[in-house]
């Protein structure tokens, strides 16, 4: 009896060490994976995005890389933090919007605004192309993530990355010179999708003064914070050439889903 108290009490003694796994990766504040290969590219919705996507691969492109607004957005939820090491594609704001119109007509959604009175079958011009501006802006103040995120401005991407590039005709030579990990980078040749928004003849010369107004009140921070690199708009508001205007309230700052604010996890 004496003997087997002896062993209780000293295996009671004994300290066991946790386990340690010294192959753990400790990740760099805004990331979440650490099979990661760099520069990550953050993806803005309507800026050659998919393309991008297709010539770079997974690994720079998967969603899950870094904290996001929690959307179900295909691979292009706006981050919540700073992404390390990133970069992404601008848009002037009226081309990206109009071609956002062009592409939302050939979706499933788009019928759904039949009952406010935007026919799928009519004719994209101004007249419906107002119309269509009038309903999702709208519906973006219950739901930022309209349109498969499409209505949320730049800015709330942009503004977490590290380097920002605009979209032009030359824009694989610029991501080459860019960061020389991406020499290898070929971006197709071809978008179908851009010839027919051409043939559409709609800008966002066709608003209505309301219309341009909740346009530029919007996409405020896309034309005051990315005129530096997408250059002035004829489009813009006044403020936007003013060089002290500060933005008062950022649309980035919170989201909205069916009417309620987004809880983010930081």
Known sequence: MKLLLALLATATAV???PHVNKTHKVLPK???RDDLQFPLFVHIPKTAGTSIWKALGPNYTDSGRYP???FFCMKHNPPQEH???SWAVVRDVCDRLVSEFAWARLQGWYQA???EGLHYHEEPNCTTFNKWVSLVTRKYQDNSDVEDCHMIPQWCYASKV???LPMTSHLEEDI???DKRLQFLNLPKKNHHSHFVKKMNVSCGCLSPANLEAVQTHFLEDFVHLRSVLGPSQFEPKAAAQPNFAVKRSV???FRRSGKQVKLSR
């Open 30 to 32: 805004g990331l979440l």
């Open 162 to 164: 590290d380097k920002v």
């Open 176 to 178: 080459r010179h860019m």
């Open 113 to 115: 605004y039949q009952k």
């Open 15 to 17: 300290k066991f060490k």
């Open 68 to 70: 996001e607004v929690p």
């Open 83 to 85: 992404v390390p090491d």
């Open 252 to 254: 980035c700052a919170s």
